[in-house]
C-alpha cells in the first residue's frame, strides 16, 4: 500500500471512532445541520456565479463600445496628421519645383541631378502618404458604418 493510502485509512478510522462516540440523535442533527449549509452556501454560488457573468457581459460590452470610439478618434487623428503631411509635401515639392525651374535656367546641372533625386523621392513620399490617407478614410467609413449600425 502507498502513504498516502495508508493515511487515508486512518483518518477514516479515526473518524469513525469519534463518530461512533457521538449519539445518533446528535449525528443526525448535524449531518441536516451541515446540509443546510451546504444548500445555502451553493445558492449563494449560483447567485454569485449568476451575478459575475453578468457584469462579465456589462464590462465587455463597455469595453467594446470604448474601443469602438477610441479607435474612431485615434483615426481621425492619423487622418488629419496625414492630411498635413500631404499638404506640407506638396508645398515642399512645389517649392522644389521652382527651385528646380531657376536652376535649369541657371544652368546648375549637378545641382540638377540632385533636386531630380529629391523630387523623385518626394514624389514616391506624397504617393505612400495618398495612399496611407485614403487607407484611412476607408477605415473611418467602415467604423462609422458599425457603429451606426451598432446603434
Known amino acids: 500500500m502507498s502513504p498516502n493510502r495508508v493515511d ?15 449519539s445518533q440523535e446528535r449525528l443526525v442533527e448535524e449531518v441536516i445541520s451541515a446540509w ?43 487622418l488629419r496628421v496625414s492630411e498635413s503631411r500631404v499638404s506640407q509635401l506638396q508645398r515642399s515639392l512645389e517649392n522644389e519645383r521652382a527651385r528646380r525651374r531657376s536652376l535649369e535656367e541657371a544652368g546648375g546641372e549637378e545641382r540638377l541631378g540632385e533636386l531630380r533625386d529629391e523630387n523623385t523621392r518626394l514624389l514616391k513620399s506624397e504617393e505612400e502618404l ?3 490617407v485614403l487607407e484611412m478614410e476607408g477605415r473611418i467609413d467602415k ?9
Open 8 to 22: 487515508t485509512n486512518e483518518m477514516s478510522r479515526g473518524l469513525s471512532e469519534r463518530l461512533s462516540e457521538i
Open 36 to 78: 443546510d449549509e451546504v444548500n445555502s452556501s451553493e445558492r449563494v454560488i449560483a447567485s454569485l456565479r449568476q451575478r459575475i457573468g453578468s457584469l462579465e457581459m456589462e464590462l465587455a460590452e463597455r469595453e467594446s463600445d470604448q474601443s469602438g470610439r477610441l479607435s474612431e478618434v485615434e483615426l481621425q487623428e492619423s
Open 130 to 132: 495618398l495612399v496611407m
Open 143 to 151: 467604423l462609422v458604418a458599425a457603429l451606426r449600425g451598432s446603434s
